[in-house]
């Protein structure tokens, strides 16, 4: 009777050595979608980050991109904590899944702040931003945004392409007789901006500022979820590795 539970056991911890080894490998390619996303944010839509006032949208990328890097490393050392049997590094790495637990918390927590705060953000600083900084000496990178943000989502100014009679830039100069940055153009082309009539700029319902709002929220949405579904995975592991612990602690040395 004695080595039949002892043979149960021995299997049970088998078992339980190959799950956390398949949850390991799923952990560890989750740690790479994390960190591939945090560095999208910040590598693809850098522009855009620099026509937001608040570093909250940023921070949130780096925390991605840090919690990715810890679930990867995390996942290797799951790996050998379960094929060595060794509870000390089976704590470390319980302790690991915790910390990167409470990381994917404040992210969200982050996230849920920048979400309520978000459209009011955008209404102060956007059209300032356009009307003040673009095409200025010193703020290239708000230009280079600016004219980014209007050819990929099609829109032109803040609200409505009105807002560009404001614009520092548009009243001297060095505009050339433009109405609307070239950039406004349906098929952009040196001096294009001069003729402002809908047939020729984008006239967008909401102007650039909805534009950008959709694709933030649309961002913090998939940040959300990839979260979520790595706490969740989280969870399971953390389960399963306390079970693999109370197995090796019951096992004579």
């Not at 032109?156 to 153009?185: F, L, M, Q, T, Y």
Request: with cysteine.
């Amino acid at each position: 009777m004695g080595a039949y539970e002892e043979k149960k056991e021995t299997c049970g911890t088998i078992c339980l050595k190959y799950l956390l080894f398949t949850f390991n490998f799923l952990f560890w390619l989750a740690g790479g979608v994390v960190m591939a996303v945090g560095v999208w944010t910040l590598v693809e839509k850098s522009d855009y980050i620099s026509l937001l006032s608040s570093k909250t949208y940023e921070a949130s990328a780096y925390i991605l991109i840090l919690a990715g890097a810890i679930v990867m490393v995390t996942g290797v050392l799951g790996c050998c904590a379960t094929f060595k049997e060794q509870r000390r590094l089976l704590r470390v790495y319980f302790v690991l899944l915790l910390c990167i637990f409470l990381l994917e918390i404040l992210a969200g927590v982050l996230a849920y702040i920048y979400y309520q705060q978000l459209n009011e953000e955008l209404k102060q600083n956007l059209r300032e931003k356009m009307i003040q900084k673009y095409q200025q000496n010193t703020h290239e990178h708000i230009t280079r945004a600016v004219d980014k943000l209007q050819q990929e989502f099609k829109c032109c100014g803040s609200n409505s392409s009105s807002d560009w009679v404001e614009s520092v830039w548009i009243r001297s100069s060095e505009a050339n007789g433009r109405k609307v940055p070239d950039s406004c153009c349906k098929t952009p082309s040196e001096f294009c901006g001069m003729r402002d009539h809908p047939s020729n700029i984008y006239k967008v319902e909401g102007g650039c500022i909805t534009k950008l709002e959709k694709f933030i929220l649309d961002h913090l949405k998939i940040v959300g979820a990839v979260g979520v579904g790595i706490a969740c995975v989280q969870i399971v592991g953390m389960v399963f590795t306390c079970c693999l612990y109370r197995s090796l602690k019951a096992e004579p040395y």
